[in-house]
């Protein structure tokens, strides 16, 4: 029987570790995002090398509920469950150490994506040591450049989710712009650097204040260009599991479980999906500055995507601290530096919809609702604000 705490908030990786190797079954309920999907594959891996059962489940509004009898059950960045792996920085950091109290080495490249996808620096603390580990088993150099999953530069400019362009969605133009820049399809650094030189100039022409720290996620990434990596860099995988949890989570899952050709296309697949609808929504949104509050309304209501897109309308377009995107049946807020935006949220969704549903921190909130008035909506989100 496990010995894990009824509920155990923001759990560290002791306590990970402690609870898993006691627990006969484990569920792990993550967030729609990068960064938890890589550390529940971490955390499944290391499960599965010590032959205990396990389940992995990725939802935009996850709604973990502690294990019935004997199951644990782990919420990443998602309160509710019998523990909580928040992470701090990332929770593939946390998870990678819980891995390694279990006696398993995780994989450092797919919890460095992780790291990378919560937009935190590969080269210190923690994720220096798994950039090591990393370096020990392949070749990992970083170089000039964009970050991308695929060796296809066209690609990697038109399905970024990292940064948004007027190439952004649209692969034809992504082309057109290489060629204008006489970039060749196998590029040398002189050619990677004017790249990156002329992304850097086009991300942030018209966007707010922070597109300009927003493009370096994008820039010289950390290349791995070793065919069994499966992967061209590691931003670029973490990109990938980002979309891929918000696109398609089980195909998320799978990706972050095991290795495997037919699931990284089906995954590659998911984020050119997400990041061409995207792109779309953020360019065709309807926006309204408040005090606070940067408002965008989209088609369609998926929670998912809704917090890429809000992601990128803080990041490039936002003058307001606090971006609330919302779609039809579906919301999806962040901040910068904020705080109450899971309460902010519930008090929204109240508003509308009695049975709705949301889950999220200070920092970042999703939703689901039916129907309802968006004005009142927006209006009881900004009030619990």
């Given at each position: 029987?496990?010995?894990?705490?009824?509920?155990?908030?923001?759990?560290?990786?002791?306590e990970?570790a402690?609870?898993?190797?006691?627990?006969?079954?484990?569920?792990?309920?993550?967030?729609?995002?990068?960064?938890?999907?890589?550390?529940?594959?971490?955390?499944?891996?290391?499960?599965?090398?010590?032959?205990?059962?396990?389940?992995?489940?990725?939802?935009?509004?996850?709604?973990?509920?502690p294990?019935?009898?004997?199951?644990?059950?782990?919420?990443?960045?998602?309160?509710?469950?019998?523990?909580?792996?928040?992470?701090?920085?990332?929770?593939?950091?946390?998870?990678?150490?819980?891995?390694?109290?279990?006696?398993?080495?995780?994989?450092?490249?797919?919890?460095l994506?992780?790291?990378?996808?919560?937009?935190?620096?590969?080269?210190?603390?923690?994720?220096?040591?798994?950039l090591?580990?990393?370096?020990?088993?392949?070749?990992?150099?970083?170089?000039?450049?964009?970050?991308?999953?695929?060796?296809?530069?066209?690609d990697g400019?038109?399905?970024?989710t990292?940064?948004?362009?007027?190439?952004?969605?649209?692969?034809?133009?992504?082309?057109?712009?290489?060629?204008?820049?006489?970039?060749?399809?196998?590029?040398a650094?002189?050619?990677?650097r004017?790249?990156?030189?002329?992304?850097?100039?086009?991300?942030?022409?018209?966007?707010?204040a922070?597109?300009?720290?927003?493009?370096?996620?994008?820039?010289?990434?950390?290349?791995?260009?070793?065919?069994?990596?499966?992967f061209?860099?590691?931003?670029?995988?973490g990109d990938?599991?980002d979309?891929?949890?918000?696109?398609?989570?089980?195909?998320?899952?799978?990706?972050?479980?095991?290795?495997?050709?037919?699931?990284?296309?089906?995954?590659?697949?998911?984020?050119?999906r997400?990041?061409?609808?995207?792109?779309?929504?953020?360019?065709g949104?309807?926006?309204?500055?408040?005090?606070?509050?940067?408002?965008?309304?989209?088609?369609?209501?998926?929670?998912?995507?809704?917090?890429?897109?809000?992601?990128?309308?803080?990041d490039v377009?936002?003058?307001?601290?606090?971006?609330?995107?919302?779609?039809?049946?579906?919301?999806?807020?962040?901040?910068?530096?904020?705080?109450?935006?899971?309460?902010?949220?519930?008090?929204?969704?109240?508003?509308?919809?009695?049975?709705?549903?949301?889950?999220?921190?200070?920092?970042?909130?999703?939703?689901?609702?039916?129907?309802g008035d968006?004005?009142?909506?927006?209006?009881?989100?900004?009030?619990?604000?």
């Open positions: 029987m496990s010995t894990a705490p009824a509920t155990v908030e923001d759990a560290d990786a002791g990970v402690a609870a898993l190797s006691d627990a006969p079954f484990v569920r792990v309920v993550a967030a729609a995002d990068g960064d938890s999907l890589a550390a529940s594959g971490v955390l499944a891996r290391a499960l599965r090398d010590c032959s205990i059962p396990f389940q992995v489940r990725v939802d935009p509004v996850p709604d973990p509920v294990g019935a009898a004997d199951d644990l059950v782990v919420g990443i960045r998602a309160s509710g469950g019998d523990l909580t792996l928040a992470g701090g920085e990332s929770a593939s950091l946390t998870a990678a150490v819980a891995a390694r109290e279990l006696g398993v080495d995780p994989d450092p490249i797919l919890a994506a992780g790291v990378a996808a919560a937009d935190r620096p590969l080269d210190t603390g923690g994720a220096a040591t798994l090591d580990a990393a370096r020990e088993r392949t070749t990992v150099d970083r170089r000039s450049g964009v970050a991308s999953p695929t060796a296809d530069l066209a400019l038109a399905h970024s990292l940064i948004h362009a007027p190439v952004s969605g649209d692969p034809e133009a992504a082309r057109a712009a290489l060629s204008d820049l006489d970039v060749p399809s196998e590029p650094d002189e050619d990677r004017r790249l990156a030189s002329w992304l850097s100039i086009e991300a942030t022409a018209r966007g707010s922070r597109a300009a720290e927003t493009v370096e996620r994008a820039l010289r990434p950390h290349a791995t260009p070793d065919p069994d990596v499966g061209a860099t590691v931003e670029g995988v990938v599991l979309a891929v949890a918000r696109e398609r989570p089980g195909t998320g899952v799978a990706l972050a479980i095991r290795d495997d050709e037919a699931v990284r296309t089906a995954a590659l697949d998911a984020w050119r997400h990041a061409r609808a995207v792109h779309d929504a953020l360019a949104a309807t926006t309204g500055r408040y005090d606070g509050v940067f408002v965008a309304r989209v088609d369609g209501g998926d929670p998912g995507r809704l917090g890429t897109v809000a992601r990128l309308c803080r377009r936002s003058p307001e601290p606090v971006v609330l995107v919302v779609g039809d049946g579906g919301a999806a807020a962040v901040g910068v530096d904020a705080d109450g935006l899971g309460r902010a949220m519930r008090a929204a969704v109240r508003a509308v919809d009695a049975d709705g549903t949301s889950a999220g921190d200070g920092r970042r909130a999703t939703a689901r609702f039916e129907g968006v004005s009142r909506f927006i209006t009881a989100f900004r009030e619990a604000l």
